[in-house]
């Protein structure tokens, strides 16, 4: 089963915009990590924030890790149409180290 | 480096057929993993092996077959495909230890009649 959820499944805005997307999870974590799909394309790593971080900064991301709540968001600072992409979090659990489970993903679209 | 590299992009196939995936690396990762992607659904763990000769199955696992007679190979073999097992198929790998990021092969795009 997926350990990850995204909400929302789908966002659209307009450049400029900021973009937050959410992501809970069922069990406890050594990480959370962010990764980027273009359509058609394989994952691309966004940042890494560890069970004992609360924020985490990376250019216009910025992740932020509630660990009592299950719960972490990613938020993409004044979007870009290049932003447009799905976008999903992964968790690598304490017991399988270097196993990644992943959620369903958001689909971000952002208009020029 | 090349990264992580698979082969075929896209296979069409009959059920009752066997194939090979091949994924390969060379960044001397130790971890080396398939996932498979279906619509709507995020990435889904199938075998993992964490070395040379070493695998252990993932979240679903049934209908493959994994192998790791080297560091940089990773070869995923689907023994008699059916027609749910279409999806597209990503390799990655790691270097070993916690809070490694995990690189992405391109994917192969497999569908079974």
């Known amino acids: 089963s997926q350990q990850g959820e995204e909400d929302p499944q789908a966002l659209s805005i307009q450049e400029g915009e900021n973009a937050t997307m959410n992501c809970s999870y069922k069990?406890?974590?050594?990480?959370l990590q962010w990764y980027r799909q273009n359509s058609g394309r394989g994952l691309v790593h966004l940042i890494l924030?560890?069970?004992?971080?609360r924020e985490k900064h990376s250019g216009r991301l910025r992740v932020t890790l509630d660990t009592s709540k299950k719960s972490s968001s990613l938020l993409i600072t004044a979007s870009r149409a290049a932003d447009t992409a799905s976008y999903f979090c992964?968790?690598?659990?304490?017991?399988?180290?270097?196993?990644?489970?992943f959620g369903r993903g958001t689909q971000l679209t952002v208009w020029p | 480096n090349a990264g992580v590299t698979q082969t075929p992009k896209f296979q069409v196939l009959k059920t009752g057929q066997s194939m090979t995936l091949q994924c390969a690396q060379d960044?001397?990762?130790?971890?080396m993993s398939w996932y498979r992607q279906d619509p709507g659904m995020g990435l889904r763990l199938i075998h993992y092996?964490?070395?040379?000769?070493?695998?252990d199955q993932g979240e679903v696992p049934n209908g493959y077959n994994v192998s790791r007679s080297t560091t940089e190979d990773f070869p995923l073999r689907l023994l008699s495909a059916a027609p749910s097992q279409t999806s597209v198929y990503f390799c990655?790998?790691?270097?070993?230890?916690?809070?490694?990021?995990?690189?992405f092969g391109p994917g192969t795009r497999l569908l079974v009649l």
């Open positions: 990655a790998s790691s270097l070993q230890g916690e809070e490694e990021t995990q690189y």
């Open positions: 069990t406890s974590i050594n990480n």
């Open positions: 924030i560890r069970s004992n971080e």
């Open positions: 992964a968790t690598e659990r304490g017991s399988t180290l270097g196993r990644l489970y």
């Open positions: 960044m001397n990762h130790e971890y």
């Open positions: 092996s964490v070395g040379a000769g070493i695998t």
